[in-house]
């Protein structure tokens, strides 16, 4: 199975950060990978597919990039309802989540 | 309006089967290009793909899990089962259920899009 690594596994930031996170995959994924947000007791959303798609309905706040083996979530500007745990997943082959990241007050 | 709900015992008994059920509506499981995946989350821990099955029936199973776990589907009642054996209290987790807009065979050519509400399972004697 690929192995997605995704760093770091928690930040802290404050209101009007600019945020970046992580995932390498331990081999090429093309772009097939997307972006997940999570909050407590609820179910992921997406927010990034393709590795840069923005989802519909998404803040444009949030982008996406990278190809092949690294990739990034930026959130340009934090905002109080983005304190959330991001995972990113690839879908090459069996798909597989990265080990998540908290993003803190 | 596309929902998926997960359904089935919050607890179970460690060496039991556990037996889950997806319930979906706004969507047809024989769309042809339409997956429904399993995927769960121990408590305060990652998320996990377990399984996903295809509109043409194709399924595919964690390796790690893979003599443990079978995916069906039910197209009449918009219905997808998981299977889990010999449940043991590493279990214990939040399973989910959800769309994939594109799955072929064995592959999915996209990512999850709608999700359940999720179940949380307890293995516990």
């Known amino acids: 199975d690929i192995q997605m690594t995704q760093s770091p596994s928690s930040l802290s930031a404050s209101v009007g950060d600019r945020v970046t996170i992580t995932c390498r995959a331990s081999q090429g994924i093309r772009d097939d990978l997307g972006w997940y947000q999570q909050k407590p007791g609820k179910a992921p959303t997406r927010l990034i597919y393709g590795a840069s798609t923005l989802q519909s309905g998404v803040p444009s706040r949030f982008s996406g990039s990278g190809f092949g083996t690294e990739f990034t979530l930026t959130i340009s500007s934090l905002q109080p309802e983005d304190f959330a745990t991001y995972y990113c997943l690839q879908h090459t082959t069996y798909p597989t989540f990265g080990q998540g990241t908290k993003v803190e007050i | 309006q596309v929902t998926l709900k997960e359904s089935g015992p919050v607890l179970v008994k460690p060496t039991e089967t556990l037996t889950l059920t997806c319930t979906v509506s706004?969507?047809?499981?024989?769309?042809?290009?339409?997956?429904v995946s399993w995927i769960r989350q121990p408590p305060g821990k990652a998320l996990e793909w377990l399984a996903h099955i295809s509109s043409n029936d194709g399924k595919s199973y964690r390796t790690s899990l893979k003599t443990r776990l079978t995916i069906s589907k039910d197209t009449s009642k918009s219905q997808v089962v998981l299977t889990m054996t010999n449940m043991d209290p590493v279990d214990t987790a939040t399973y989910f259920c959800?769309?994939?807009?594109?799955?072929?065979?064995?592959?999915?050519?996209?990512?999850?899009?709608?999700w359940g509400q999720g179940i949380l399972v307890t293995v516990s004697s």
């Open positions: 706004g969507f047809s499981l024989s769309d042809a290009r339409v997956g």
């Open positions: 959800a769309r994939i807009p594109y799955c072929r065979n064995t592959i999915c050519y996209d990512l999850p899009d709608f």
